[in-house]
């Protein structure tokens, strides 16, 4: 009967997606809470490699429900995309996916939005996905929004987008330049999108409810990573959705005392694509070969990624804002070669030294990464199932981790696909 999240507690791309499709198995339902097609959740299963943005990991195992909730925002043509690039491939997504009749839509005008502002903004861009992410929560919480169930009021739905596009165009023509978007032909397209999209709407609120009293399990999947996170992270070099497990329950519409056991998700590493401080980065030769070996490029946007040493300061501080119970390490394959590796316990600046991650910008732009060395393994550990098989000096890193950080470790990566793994302690077992 226990609920389990995945959170990741870096920059986004810890490899939550693989680890919730390893843990899917033990899982009823399956729910994304928050974010939207900007996600990119990898999963190898049986040598065939997917990559999801909108849909939860758990419609690649048959029998589970999978829900997306009202936190989320949808982009219902990359939605359909995703749907039908899986059904070419022999997986049916028919009566297994809910999504909520409260969600938000992505509209056109939302990503043409936010190109324009990203290209006026040059050398200051956010570096976002270009996904229309930022304007449709922007939207949502000016009351602008539009939501699934808005759809089935068709002269409700052409008045709030006749009263919508007088903004939005006077915006994209007069302050960007660009080409405006047509009543008439915004209103079809929603109505088309409604109509190809309706078998899947639902009350997911009523379904999670009436599954955690029936004692189902539930397992919900976070996008993205803490220090992206609207509040928390990096601002304004984040996205803009809160990633932190208090967004589980005004995602999905369930009380947070349901959310029984945290799973915080690090890479054995720090990556970041986009813009923004990033303290432990490494900017040379090392950091290249992390990129290369680790094939650090974006899931949804193809960029590369930008990559550093383990910072215990942030995942620690990630884990205790989203309440982690455990922690699930990898990528512990990619530095398999190096002689020694760092992990970052502190932040100096002007001669102080920051455990905690400090609010201002420029503090996390100057600060210096201060590193306790640590012997590498030099052996290679890909693949590998159980903990006894590690290198000494691997389970000496991955305790240091742990210690540092404060949890136990729950599941170990040693490669993309689904049996490359060490489970510890299982999620579902050991939540109350
Ligand atoms: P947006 O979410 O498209 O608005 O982009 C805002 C920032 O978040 C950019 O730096 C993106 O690169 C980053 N971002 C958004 N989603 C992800 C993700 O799933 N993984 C890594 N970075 C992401």
């Not at 009823?28 to 900007?38: E, K, L, S, Y």
């Not at 609120?205 to 599954?211: D, K, P, S, V, Y």
């Amino acid at each position: 009967m226990p609920s389990v999240a995945v959170i990741g507690t870096q920059w986004g791309d810890e490899g939550k997606g693989k680890i919730v499709d390893v843990l899917t198995p033990s899982a009823d339902v399956v729910a994304r809470f928050q974010g939207g097609a900007n996600a990119g959740h990898t999963v190898v299963a049986e040598g065939q490699q997917y990559i999801l943005h909108l849909l939860p990991a758990g419609v690649l195992h048959p029998g589970k429900r999978a829900v997306i909730g009202n936190g989320v925002v949808v982009d219902p043509v990359a939605l359909y995309e995703e749907i039908e690039g899986l059904r070419g491939r022999g997986i049916e997504i028919k009566d297994n996916l809910f999504i909520s009749r409260r969600a938000h839509l992505i509209l056109p005008y939302h990503r043409a939005i936010e190109q324009a502002r990203e290209a006026l903004r040059g050398e200051r861009r956010i570096g976002t996905t270009g996904r229309g992410i930022g304007p449709a929560y922007s939207d949502k919480i000016d009351r602008l929004g539009i939501r699934f169930a808005d759809l089935f009021d068709e002269p409700l739905l052409h008045d709030r987008l006749r009263t919508n596009l007088t903004e939005k165009n006077i915006l994209l023509e007069q302050a960007y330049g660009q080409r405006g978007f047509q009543l008439d032909e915004l209103f079809a397209w929603c109505l088309a999108w409604r109509d190809k999209l309706a078998a899947y709407l639902a009350d997911t609120g009523q379904l999670l409810r009436e599954a955690i009293l029936k004692g189902e399990n539930l397992l919900f999947e976070g996008a993205h990573g803490t220090m992206l996170d609207i509040d928390h992270g990096t601002y304004p070099y984040v996205t803009s959705s809160n990633i932190t497990a208090g967004a589980i329950s005004t995602g999905l519409g369930i009380p947070p005392s349901r959310i029984n056991h945290v799973l915080g998700v690090a890479k054995a590493y720090t990556t970041r694509v986009g813009m923004g401080p990033f303290p432990t980065e490494l900017c040379d030769a090392v950091g290249e070969r992390m990129r290369t070996e680790g094939a650090e490029y974006g899931a949804t946007t193809g960029r590369a990624r930008r990559c550093g040493w383990f910072d215990v300061v942030m995942v620690r501080h990630a884990a205790w804002l989203s309440g982690c119970t455990s922690l699930g390490l990898t990528k512990l394959d990619v530095l398999d070669r190096y002689e020694s590796i760092k992990i970052c316990v502190g932040y100096a600046y002007r001669g102080k030294v920051f455990e905690h991650i400090p609010e201002e910008l420029d503090i996390l732009l100057q600060c210096q990464p201060q590193y306790e060395e640590m012997p590498g393994w030099q052996e290679s550990t890909a693949g590998m199932t159980s903990y006894e098989q590690l290198p000494a000096r691997a389970r000496a890193y991955i305790e240091e981790l742990s210690r540092r950080i404060e949890l136990p470790v729950s599941i170990i990566s040693t490669g993309s696909g689904r049996e490359q793994t060490i489970p510890l302690r299982d999620p579902f077992a050991s939540a109350p």
